[in-house]
């Protein structure tokens, strides 16, 4: 599902926007002729032939369908956010993870991605490193596909969001997590060439499941989550 930052309430809900209705030219209609009565012309047959086959509710009243457009956004940046800690389970912290271009170099893990641990509470950045980020995902007109390359070494050595993005970022995604009622595993991309924070873009989000027992604290042993969830031990 994708939908601009601005879609969102205050609540966490999706606004509602405007619908945006087409208008055609009235169907043409054939003149009575001496030999016989008015006919419709065969677009308008078509047209009310598709209405009466249109879905019935069980009452036997005309449903609607709704048809979802995605708009493909042109990726400056992009990347996930974790609103606890994924390695510790810290609910008082969000993570963010990001690249330039598409969000594909992060999710696939072919890059060690430009990192922020961001205070729950305070919106303060806790903690920021650059990342290793030798390549991006782009989308290349001679393929006609998005294709993962080398990443020009200017970029490389520069977060790819600034901090107020960072910010702004936290600050939606604790109103996601809030309203779907547990931490979120939150896609996003921030789109070129577009004012912010109109070019932030949340794409789709789904529950961490790996603390979603919500036991953390004192017990937690970073070397044997390691060795659960990442390395695989013989005889383990």
Partial sequence: MLFRSRDIGADGNLAQGNPHNSHGSPASQRRATPSGPRRESRGTSDVRRREDSAPKSAGGEREDIAVGVLELVDARSAGVVFTLDPVTGDRGTLVVEANWGLGESVVSGHVTPDHWA?????????????????????????????????????????????????????????????????????????????????????????PETTWKSGKTGAGFDPVQYALRNVFKVPGA
């Fill in 118 to 206: 961001v205070d729950a509470a305070s919106g303060a950045i806790r903690q920021q490193r650059t990342g290793a980020k030798e390549k991006w995902t782009v989308f290349s007109s001679a393929a006609g596909k998005a294709v993962t390359e080398s990443l020009p070494a200017d970029l490389a050595a520069r977060p790819c969001l600034a901090e107020h993005e960072v910010r702004y970022l936290c600050d939606r995604a604790k109103e996601i997590a809030a309203h779907a009622g547990s931490p979120q595993d939150i896609e996003w991309a921030i789109a070129r060439d577009a004012p912010f924070p109109e070019n932030v873009y949340f794409l789709q989000h789904r």
